[in-house]
Structures are given as C-alpha cells and as structure tokens.
DNA sequence: TTCGTTGCAAACATTTTGCAGTTTC
DNA sequence: GAAACTGCAAAATGTTTGCAACGAA
C-alpha cells in the first residue's frame, strides 16, 4: 500500500494510537475519535491502521478477546497481558535477548527476525478488585 | 465449563490436535475428522476446543491470518512464526527464562503466571521457494 | 485536475449460540 | 432416565471491500 497524502483523519489515527499506552484496538481508536470527527468511518480507521503496520510504523501485538492490538511503540520491548481484563502493558525492564534469536537461528534453519515476548497473568487492577471481593 | 461425559467425537477433537505439530486450527481439526465422523459439526469442534483450553488440556497460540491457532504440547516451549505462509513450528531448544517472571513479577505489581516467546522471520521452507525463483 | 482518501453499506470470515434430538453414564 | 453432548442453522463479531463522493497536492 503505498500512502501519499497524509489527511487530517489519517493523521489523527495514528496520534490517537501513538498517544495512548493502553494497546488500542481499531474499535477504540474509532470510538476516541468519533466525538472529535463525526464522520469518521471504521473502514477508514481499519484502512490506516492495516497502512501503518504494513509500514511498520506500529505494531500488533496480537489478538485479545477477538480483537487485533496495536502499538506505536516499535522499540522493542516486552508486554505484560492479563488473563482476567485484558489488559495489555508495558514491560520495558526486561532486555531483549539477541543470543535466543542467533540460538534458534542454527538449530531451526529459519531466518530469525525478531521474537516477541508475553507475559501472562493477573494485573494489579483485578488483583485489587479480587481483593476487595474477600 | 465443566465437562463430564467423553465423547467419541470429543476424544477424536483432542486426538487430533495432539497428534500434529502443525498447531492446527479449527477448521484444519474439522476438515481432518470429517472423513471419519461425516456427521462432525464445526460448533462442535469450536466448543470443544475453547473447552480444553480452559481446562488447560490445550494451549492457544494466538492468531495467524485471522484464525486462532491452538498447541496440544502443553510442555513450555517457544514457537516460530513464519512472516510469509503463517507456519507455526516448535522451537524446544531455548529453555524457559524463569529470572525472566521473577523480574517482571518485581517491577509490575502484576502477578505472572508465565511467559511465551515468539520468533518471527522467514521458514525453511519459504526461504526455499524463494531460492528456487532466482 | 488528478489521484489518493473517505463514508457508507454490503460482503466476508470466523466464532458463538439456541434449540431439538442424540449419546453417554 | 437424567444430564451432557451434538448437529444444524442462525446470529454475532471483527474485518475487508466496492464504489461514488470528497479532499489534498
């Protein structure tokens, strides 16, 4: 897909996804915007949004409930995911590991680009809310 | 979900899924057993696997080209994703980062279960196909 | 003016669900 | 025989797409 014109919509989709740490999806990136620019259409947000990750201008991070999330943070660094909300977060304390990629490298005849890695569990959110349910 | 009664039909669902390393999807399990099971309902194989993943009997490995991708090996272990065909191979040969949830367990105030990796780039096989062009 | 971009609505693909009938224990 | 399970088909959900109108260079 090669994107010319920057419009004013386009651009506010990708500050929209670049402003948040909350790993939007397409859904909430059209309902953020919708009150600013009435006319948006989900089309036009999945158009951009697919535009931008071809681009590699952001990335997915995967599915959750059904639904494909994003993040304008390229550099890498790891995601936290809770098993109860949904919720997807930052883990910027852990170093990527180049060594795991040059191991799988020689013993799996694939190129290796780049891996990912998801941590699973209970965020401190639910946990509170457990909490006060006891 | 609380499943009491084995089915023929449910442990041919499992069997299949264990016996493949092609981390199958939905519709691979139903395509697969419908030679045998003629009668053999796409709901059926859906509702049966969400059932063993919350069970813990089978783990998902998220989305490729839109369809949930499940692993009957439970055992910890990364996956390789190929960029081009959306092959899932098993890569056994990077063991488990355990300091790895210690220092996210520190940092977040979330609680961890565990962590998945996941190593992107180009497989054997594609790599081949693209040789074979030039 | 020319193309890229958008809104809209229809089309699509995957997954879920309600219900009546069937199977398992 | 009761409870669990299934087939079927409809519905729900998330995403893509065709086309005419619109907007930016």
């Not at 697919?50 to 997915?60: A, C, R, V, Y």
């Not at 949904?86 to 694939?110: K, L």
Request: hydrophobic share 30%.
């Amino acid at each position: 897909m090669a994107r010319k014109n920057f419009s004013k919509k386009r651009e506010a989709i990708y500050e929209a996804i670049c402003s948040t740490k909350s790993h939007p999806s397409a859904e909430w990136v059209y309902n953020t915007l919708k009150p600013e620019y009435p006319d948006l259409s989900l089309g036009t947000v999945y158009r951009n949004m697919n535009g931008f990750k071809d681009d590699g201008m952001i990335l997915s991070v995967g599915s959750v409930n059904g639904q494909e999330r994003f993040d304008g943070n390229t550099k890498p660094h790891s995601h936290f995911i809770c098993n109860r909300c949904g919720d997807v977060i930052d883990i910027e304390n852990v170093p990527y590991n180049m060594q795991a990629d040059e191991v799988v490298r020689n013993v799996s005849n694939c190129d290796i680009d780049y891996h990912l890695t998801f941590f699973y569990g209970i965020c401190g959110k639910c946990k509170n809310i457990e909490e006060d349910n006891n």
